[in-house]
């Protein structure tokens, strides 16, 4: 491991102000950081400790949404009357993922910010263009199972390796993005990436921004909602294919939908042909398989991970079937 | 002599209270096997992965092998050498010891505090809940049904000890 400093910060403005010192990185829960600083794959000169800032708490705002500190952690999300009774789906999808041992110790924010899984990205003895651009991709000729099948450029075929992320596609939620100039909102959507030229930049977040909130909208999703998670042992692995759903449902037709996928994209991915496919149509088995095979349209496969097309398109209808039957 | 990027922080270690001094990021599971000489806390895959260094932190289940020692400051930690009162062991361990629960013992104590979080929360958890809560906790030698069988003896040795 590289040297490094290390300090606690107390609060918001401190923290940013410490970031903007330059190759600095905040530490939170550290189940992605710590991990990859072992490895050497993340070599900050910095640790900027946030875990003392008052964002640990899950609040009801006036306009009916629901609000997340960066810091709530994934366990307490997960168990959290309101996000079990109204986000389904995203008390699913985070108890889908790792340990409870990892989830009492992730956060909301950390969980965003997580970095891939991929094979050559976590050993630097492979070529990495996400880790150091230009150098070249191991994965597109090499061992590439688990890799991505939309949303992947030529320089990357990494996936987003979170659950919880995919469910706040889903859910239309918003995160809250703090800098030196104040703060701004970003649709889930938009705050991660896509590969393109540039596989080394992830998310939208600046060097000296802290995520503080994430916000999930009163919304008509909550309701018939389910996330389905195929991966390679039942527990405590990450997806090769899974899908959040929400469906708003009248008698027996779908008046609106949200579909999101993770483990076949770069980025936790809105399937807005699926959605369109889904909307006006009959709730059933026929439609939501149309619906599948719209969301992998354009899907792109490599030698090992053409499987995960049809895996996903499985997920997307046996999470429509759950969220139906919620 | 401690280095001299070390910090000495305090905490609630198995009911006692005491002082510790190491690098703010030094590993939590290093600082108990050597500085406290808590050797009952395993290193497994050093990754997050196994479970072998569970213990509670702060009332919760969490990685020792992920957790910076800056993070104990102030924290009320329990490892698998707090877990029996003296020489009377927890309902657990006696489970773990009657139903062939333990095999090499390395991933012992960090399922011995698995299963004994599970059943502070939960009373009387379905099999689901038990094999849930020891999710993250990998074992080598046992296959798990006896480490399954071990955790439900547990809960109704505490059942029958509250009734």
């Known amino acids: ?326 | 002599m401690p280095d001299r990027r070390s910090v000495r922080l305090t905490c609630t270690l198995n009911g006692r209270r005491l002082s510790l001094d190491a690098h703010p990021m030094a590993r939590l599971l290093d600082v108990l096997r050597q500085q406290a000489g808590l050797t009952g806390t395993k290193e497994g895959c050093g990754e997050g992965e196994c479970g072998a260094c569970s213990v509670l932190l702060n009332g919760r289940l969490a990685n020792s092998c992920l957790t910076p020692f800056a993070h104990a400051d102030r924290a009320t930690i329990v490892t698998i050498e707090g877990i029996a009162s003296g020489d009377d062991l927890h309902a657990v361990q006696e489970a773990f010891l009657e139903c062939g629960g333990a095999q090499c013992g390395i991933c012992t104590p960090g399922i011995v505090l698995a299963a004994v979080d599970l059943l502070e929360r939960t009373p009387h958890p379905t099999e689901h809940d038990v094999r849930a809560a020891l999710a993250g906790n990998l074992c080598r030698c046992t296959g798990y049904m006896r480490i399954f069988d071990s955790v439900l003896e547990a809960c109704r040795r505490l059942s029958a000890s509250r009734a």
């Open chain 1, 1 to 326: 491991m590289q040297p490094f400093s290390y300090e606690k910060v107390t609060n918001e403005h401190e923290a940013i102000e410490r970031a903007r010192l330059g190759n600095a990185t905040f530490v939170a829960g550290g189940t992605t950081l710590v991990d990859l600083m072992k490895l050497n794959v993340e070599v900050p000169a910095a640790l900027v400790d946030i875990n003392a800032l008052p964002l640990n708490q899950i609040e009801d705002q006036s306009d009916g949404s629901i609000r997340i500190g960066a810091l709530v952690r994934n366990g307490d999300l997960a168990q959290d009357s309101r996000i079990q009774s109204r986000y389904r789906v995203l008390s699913q999808a985070i108890l889908a993922g790792a340990s409870a041992q990892l989830r009492n110790m992730a956060t909301t924010g950390g969980n965003l910010m997580q970095r891939t899984r991929c094979y050559y990205f976590r050993d630097p003895v492979y070529p990495c263009n996400k880790r150091q651009p230009g150098a070249g991709c191991a994965a597109m000729d090499g061992y590439n199972r688990i890799h991505a099948v939309l949303g992947v450029s030529d320089k990357c075929i990494a996936t987003h390796p979170s659950d919880m992320a995919v469910a706040l596609v889903a859910l239309d939620a918003s995160v809250h993005i703090r800098g030196a100039n104040g703060e701004r909102a970003v649709p889930i959507t938009e705050f991660h990436l896509l590969p393109g030229d540039t596989p080394h930049r992830e998310t939208v977040v600046r060097p000296g921004e802290l995520i503080t909130y994430v916000t999930l909208p009163s919304g008509p999703f909550g309701a018939h909602s389910a996330y389905v998670k195929l991966r390679d042992r039942a527990s405590y692995e990450f997806a090769l294919a899974s899908a959040a759903v929400a469906l708003q449902v009248e008698g027996t037709t779908v008046r609106s939908a949200r579909v999101a996928l993770g483990g076949v994209a770069t980025k936790p991915w809105r399937a807005l042909q699926a959605e369109q496919v889904l909307t006006g149509s009959t709730a059933n088995t026929a439609a939501f398989r149309n619906a599948a095979d719209a969301a992998l349209t354009g899907a792109v496969s490599r030698r090992y991970n053409a499987y995960k097309i049809e895996l996903a398109k499985r997920a997307i209808v046996r999470a429509l079937t759950d969220a139906l039957m919620d």
